[in-house]
């Protein structure tokens, strides 16, 4: 099941994406009552999915994001795979949509695009057993964990290079069929910038799998319902500059698009 948070007629909600673009008159969404956080009933009202705004998928309290999980990412920037998970925060104002534009910050001349799989938390967790993993996830959605590389490099913490606002988009919607199990086998991921590839890899390459991040954060901290864990970048990262449009797009979920934009 496909689930976007959509705006129409300034009204939000939430609904089942059916169909695709080779559907009849194209997809359309299901709008359900209630939240995806708990049991819900579609109410029959379809609209086309042409005609809403795709919003962020979730607005999370946090976004946990783990670094250097692909060990090619790791060394084409000279770092060694860490030895345990390194973890950092991107603040829920760091969000934005398909569709969204990402603005380049004044304090860098170094942006780069990282595409990454995300995981959507669906229940309030903590110290989570390996065997219970599967059920404290919603789903997943794709990302784009925009890095200010230069800022990065120059200062110890990487609050503000990789928390900068619309640094971190998320989209198109969460799918939730797939699990821990899917992506352990390998679902492949490709960042293009105006159309061009820039990365592919898969997620069998990810140095610890969803399970062993999830275990890890959980241990420290809990995750409420729609928080997000992002699951590191495959090799290939590279710039962005002012007038590209960057494209994520993960097997089994969809695309995510955004265009770069100078900061107002």
Not at 61 to 87: D, F, Q, S
Request: aromatic residues 4%; hydrophobic residues 40%; proline residues 7%.
């Amino acid at each position: 099941m496909r689930i976007a948070r959509f705006s129409i007629d300034g009204n939000v909600a939430f609904g089942v994406v059916e169909g695709d673009a080779s559907s009849e008159g194209g997809p359309v969404l299901d709008i359900i009552k209630g939240h995806p956080f708990a049991e819900f009933e579609r109410s029959g009202q379809k609209i086309p999915l042409s005609k809403v705004r795709l919003l962020p998928p979730v607005l999370p309290n946090k976004v946990v994001a783990v670094g250097r999980n692909y060990a090619e990412h790791a060394a084409e920037l000279g770092n060694e795979v860490p030895e345990a998970p390194l973890t950092f925060f991107k603040p829920s104002t760091a969000v934005i949509g398909p569709g969204d534009a990402i603005a380049y910050p004044s304090f860098s001349s170094e942006v780069h695009h990282e595409a990454e799989l995300a995981v959507v938390i669906g229940r309030m967790c903590r110290e989570v057993p390996r065997e219970r993993v599967k059920d404290v996830i919603l789903g997943y959605t794709c990302a784009n964990d925009v890095t200010a590389r230069d800022v990065q490099e120059r200062e110890k913490q990487w609050a503000r290079a990789k928390g900068f606002d619309t640094s971190c988009p998320l989209g198109p919607w969460i799918e939730t069929e797939l699990d821990p199990a899917d992506i352990s086998g390998g679902l492949g991921i490709l960042c293009t910038v105006n159309g061009q590839q820039r990365q592919l890899g898969r997620t069998s390459d990810m140095v610890r799998s969803i399970e062993d991040l999830i275990i890890h954060i959980t241990e420290a901290m809990t995750l409420l319902p729609g928080d997000v864990v992002l699951t590191g970048t495959p090799a290939g990262v590279g710039p962005l500059n002012v007038g590209d449009e960057v494209a994520v797009t993960i097997e089994g979920i969809g695309t995510l698009t955004n265009k770069v934009i100078k900061r107002g």
